[in-house]
């Protein structure tokens, strides 16, 4: 199966569209098939902003069901297009590019690594478990396991008030060597900009455009993995979590936590757009954003380790529907 290129149009056109998320690059073609184009390194897959999402749905696009809010939905299943999947799991690389006096919230940094700390083990990358590899001829599955791998804040300027790809694609080359961490399938490394940044990936902006985006890049010979992550809290309309939900957190820290495990799960199930996602493009995390889970008190829908988060439920094959 080829995965679409979608470029980005009004609500009116919409209607005639088939979308799911956004790959933004060049064609992509499966990795199992025998024809089409090679895998293009630097490609990337975006979370669309609420409005984009909610606008495909109200229009009826027929997206694969992003999510069972969709008009008539009748979920199709992801499918697997030959690529690799993190089968051992993910060991996550948190770099919090924050450059002199700018701001985030007081607990951001520290609840993101604590997530990243608590999710492997847990429901929620437990849905991750049903997708695989396929290895000679057996197949692999995910492991639900994660770690952080480590953690750097870079105080260093942000070269222009509107960041690009490449500008991404360079803090985590430039992290990766200051640290020593290790790339390749299996590390993921997820690039956290302070509030007011922007960021556009080929004409397409966050906050207007998209959420966060996941993809990958070629680095001499290794693979890396890599997901660029705006601050939702400059934006929480467009990025932010369901109305009226409480937050355990705080809501800008909740709101890029969910972000942030919809790029993990769609990192570890489709980690160079060549795995898991279903006819229209759509991967695990699409066809659930901005749905949740039942609520507690204190607004969490998933409590692990103690620790509350709300975050988005992850489509699960087995049973058609959004899962936490």
């Given at each position: 199966?080829?995965?679409?290129?979608?470029?980005?149009?009004?609500?009116?056109?919409?209607?005639?569209?088939?979308?799911?998320?956004?790959?933004?690059?060049?064609?992509?073609?499966s990795a199992a098939g025998s024809s089409g184009p090679a895998a293009v390194r630097g490609q990337a897959h975006m979370l669309l902003t609420r409005s984009l999402l909610?606008?495909?749905?109200?229009?009826?696009?027929?997206?694969?069901?992003?999510?069972?809010?969709?008009?008539?939905?009748?979920?199709?299943?992801?499918?697997?297009?030959?690529?690799?999947?993190?089968?051992?799991?993910?060991?996550?690389?948190?770099?919090?590019?924050?450059?002199?006096?700018?701001?985030?919230?007081?607990?951001?940094?520290?609840?993101?690594?604590?997530?990243?700390?608590?999710?492997?083990?847990?429901?929620?990358?437990?849905?991750?478990?049903?997708?695989?590899?396929?290895?000679?001829?057996?197949?692999?599955?995910?492991?639900?396991?994660?770690?952080?791998?480590?953690?750097?804040?870079?105080?260093?300027?942000?070269?222009?008030?509107?960041?690009?790809?490449?500008?991404?694609?360079?803090?985590?080359?430039?992290?990766?060597?200051?640290?020593?961490?290790?790339?390749?399938?299996?590390?993921?490394?997820?690039?956290?900009?302070?509030?007011?940044?922007?960021?556009?990936?080929?004409?397409?902006?966050?906050?207007?455009?998209?959420?966060?985006?996941?993809?990958?890049?070629?680095?001499?010979?290794?693979?890396?993995?890599?997901?660029?992550?705006?601050?939702?809290?400059?934006?929480?309309?467009?990025?932010?979590?369901?109305?009226?939900?409480?937050?355990?957190?705080?809501?800008?820290?909740?709101?890029?936590?969910?972000?942030?495990?919809?790029?993990?799960?769609?990192?570890?199930?489709?980690?160079?757009?060549?795995?898991?996602?279903?006819?229209?493009?759509?991967?695990?995390?699409?066809?659930?954003?901005?749905?949740?889970?039942?609520?507690?008190?204190?607004?969490?829908?998933?409590?692990?380790?103690?620790?509350?988060?709300?975050?988005?439920?992850?489509?699960?094959?087995?049973?058609?529907?959004?899962?936490?």
């Open positions: 199966m080829k995965k679409p290129v979608v470029l980005f149009m009004s609500v009116a056109a919409l209607a005639g569209a088939v979308v799911g998320g956004a790959v933004m690059g060049g064609t992509k073609a909610q606008a495909q749905r109200s229009v009826g696009v027929a997206t694969g069901c992003l999510g069972t809010l969709s008009p008539g939905c009748v979920p199709v299943p992801l499918q697997y297009n030959g690529g690799p999947v993190e089968a051992s799991g993910s060991s996550n690389y948190l770099i919090f590019w924050e450059p002199t006096g700018s701001v985030v919230a007081s607990n951001y940094n520290s609840t993101l690594q604590q997530f990243f700390g608590d999710v492997g083990g847990s429901t929620l990358y437990g849905v991750a478990s049903q997708y695989y590899q396929t290895n000679g001829s057996s197949n692999q599955f995910i492991a639900n396991t994660a770690s952080v791998g480590g953690a750097w804040t870079d105080t260093t300027a942000y070269p222009s008030g509107t960041l690009q790809d490449t500008d991404i694609q360079n803090e985590v080359q430039k992290a990766v060597k200051a640290n020593n961490w290790s790339t390749g399938i299996g590390s993921e490394f997820f690039v956290y900009l302070a509030k007011g940044e922007n960021e556009c990936l080929n004409g397409s902006c966050s906050f207007s455009t998209f959420c966060a985006y996941h993809g990958d890049f070629a680095s001499g010979s290794s693979t890396v993995l890599y997901a660029a992550m705006p601050y939702a809290g400059t934006n929480l309309s467009g990025c932010g979590i369901q109305s009226g939900a409480g937050t355990p957190n705080g809501p800008d820290t909740d709101a890029e936590i969910s972000i942030a495990s919809h790029e993990l799960m769609e990192t570890v199930t489709d980690p160079t757009l060549t795995a898991w996602f279903d006819a229209t493009g759509a991967e695990i995390g699409d066809k659930c954003a901005y749905t949740y889970g039942p609520t507690s008190s204190n607004g969490s829908d998933i409590t692990i380790h103690a620790h509350p988060y709300i975050v988005q439920e992850e489509f699960d094959n087995a049973n058609l529907g959004c899962s936490i």
